[in-house]
């Protein structure tokens, strides 16, 4: 049976690239050896993550004054990472659910946070819109898609001060002003590639303004230096990263893959809103592309829903553990096919129980 | 034509663990996903994660006062995160080389830091004898084995104070007295996996003693109370780390490993020592099990040496750059077949140049 896979991360990655990395690990680029066991320094390796680092840029439409690096830690790490490397006086941050609240925690064991904007006071179920930003903040951190709660910001901040944003969710899903940023990080494991490496993206001119003796692995300026090979990078996962972001150009960029997106999106919360048996659980002009929240208004029939979700073959919906519910995660290789078999059985399922 | 494979790391690691890698990149247990694309939170994932923890303690018997974390950032993080989790007032260290230096060098952004012995004055080419340990340090951290230079201790430091080891490049590769050592860590890509996790062992009741406010993802004590899963782990390194340890285990175990990497060791050396064209670059007493670094005496025939080594399908064995010269990296997965070639190549070499 076909699975239709709606994890929400770890998510699901394009065929070819699955095909293409699974036959890497068995014999790389033609050269008798596996990509696990060659030398990061090797010229075939070194070649990959060039080119994962200049598709991101690319992908980004990022000039000379950016730089692109795979490092290690998932956007846990970078909580920690951003301030070290750019918080001298103090940031600012806003917070719109479970990972930004994270990198505020994060952020406050390294200096001052001023959170200036919070959507706790309902759920998170929106994005702030009304906010000042301090323009004696070192940077402004705002996460761009909120994967637990399902909520996406659709217009970025106008802030006079650096922009740093966590793109974990929703990088490489739809065109951005990424100009408009400082720092954009993002770990994998959503849109990217497997779990293992996170993308940082950085203006060049932010940096070294702290004064601080940074750790050699947490420091971004030494990293970038190091051409993202300081030590050994996570070799699998920067090549699955890299095929990645390679089948996104060669299937028509990001101009594609957000058309793609958005119709997957308007099909699923159009059944959401013409099913009587769900709701959505987010304010509508902050719904997320990516991660689309919704309940079950009767939860009595919920077994038999979930019934019905098996034998389809959809798989990951369930909703995190935190809140609960029911999470269609929409990732870039999602294909639309799958949402059409999701919403059918939302519709079966509304003609059996309504 | 078959390839010899010496890389120095990432290194050889055996067929049937890449066998199973690479299918496990098309369809995990038989799951029809790929293992790149389902959640960390799975119970299939979860199991992988807690066999890997559970064959690192086993293979170096160890009990339930330790525990074993497979975390991201190689051994390069660990010099940061060692001191993060254990210096209070100060630590001693041993420098045998580069890997040992960066240690020391990363340390002393955290705290005071005692150099009680150093090999750099004869090039690194021995592992010091002599040293005192200081009993008021939080510490003493040692370099099991050093890649560049190819030395390894044989008899570790009979330490009152809590003995650190960086194992990166020898663990599970010979049999130690794992329940002397307090910390071991071991970046996975020379004798237990793809780049991308590193092994953290530490007893437990080394932690807490700092007083430090931690960065979650650096905080060794969080780390394990979640389950070596705070955040997303690098699932497919862990996966393949995991299936090297059992494939150790199913051959024999650490018994049957030693015995091998000493008959390859023995092999080589030999070789080296009888025959008129190299020379070893160590004192015999500390010559590295894991990493064989010889000179050609006349370079001035070191092209036709480097066609031989070609022809014959060895790859890798370029020493490091910063010493040049030779290294014959015999990692575990390296069989016996390899060393035999490379040594039928150096004798056939001397019989033609000699």
Redesign the interface.
């Known amino acids: ?3 239709h ?1 709606f ?7 394009p065929h070819d690239v ?2 293409k ?3 890497s ?2 014999d790389f680029n033609n ?4 990509l ?6 090797s010229a075939d390796f070194e070649q990959v993550m060039q080119q994962a680092r200049s598709l991101a840029k690319e992908l980004l439409e990022l000039g000379d004054d950016y730089e692109a690096l795979f490092l ?6 970078q ?2 990472m951003a301030p070290l490397n750019l918080l001298k006086n103090k940031a600012a941050y806003i917070n719109t659910g479970n990972w930004a609240s ?1 990198a505020i ?2 952020a406050r ?1 390294v200096g001052e946070v001023n959170v200036i904007a919070s959507s706790e006071d309902r759920k998170f179920t929106y994005i702030p819109t009304k906010y000042t930003i301090p323009i004696d903040a070192d940077y402004l951190h705002i996460t761009s898609n909120n994967t637990i709660f399902g909520t996406q910001w659709k217009e970025f901040p106008q802030a006079e001060i650096p922009l740093v944003c966590d793109m974990s969710s929703d990088i490489f899903s739809r065109k951005i002003p990424a100009n408009q940023f400082s720092l954009i990080y993002a ?1 994998a ?1 959503k849109n990217m ?5 996170t993308l940082v993206v950085f203006k060049k001119d932010i940096l070294g303004k702290t004064g601080r ?6 420091d971004y300026e030494l990293q970038y230096k190091k051409d993202s090979m ?8 920067v090549y ?1 990263s890299m095929l990645t972001m390679q089948w996104i150009k060669d299937n028509g960029g990001i101009e594609w893959i957000e058309a793609l997106n958005k119709i997957k999106a308007k099909t699923f919360y159009n059944e959401v809103d013409s099913n009587p048996m769900f709701e959505g659980t987010v304010e509508k002009p902050f719904r997320s592309y990516m991660n689309g929240t919704f309940v079950l208004k009767n939860t009595a029939v919920e077994q038999e829903f979930e019934r019905m979700l098996k034998e389809a ?1 959809i ?2 919906l369930k909703g995190h ?1 935190s809140v609960g519910g029911y999470r269609c995660s929409m990732y870039n ?1 999602l294909p639309l096919e799958s949402i059409k078999v999701l919403t059918n059985v939302m519709r079966e399922f509304a003609n059996k129980f309504a």
């Open positions: 049976m076909k699975i896979n994890s929400a991360g770890p998510g699901i990655l699955l095909r990395a699974a036959e690990v068995i050269s008798g050896l596996s696990l066991e060659i030398s990061h320094r290690q830690g998932g956007a846990s790490l909580f920690h994270e925690a994060e064991k770990g494991q590639g497997p779990a293992g490496t003796n940074l750790p050699k692995m947490l300081f030590n050994t990078p996570p070799v699998f996962a699955a073959g798989s990951g553990r290789a």
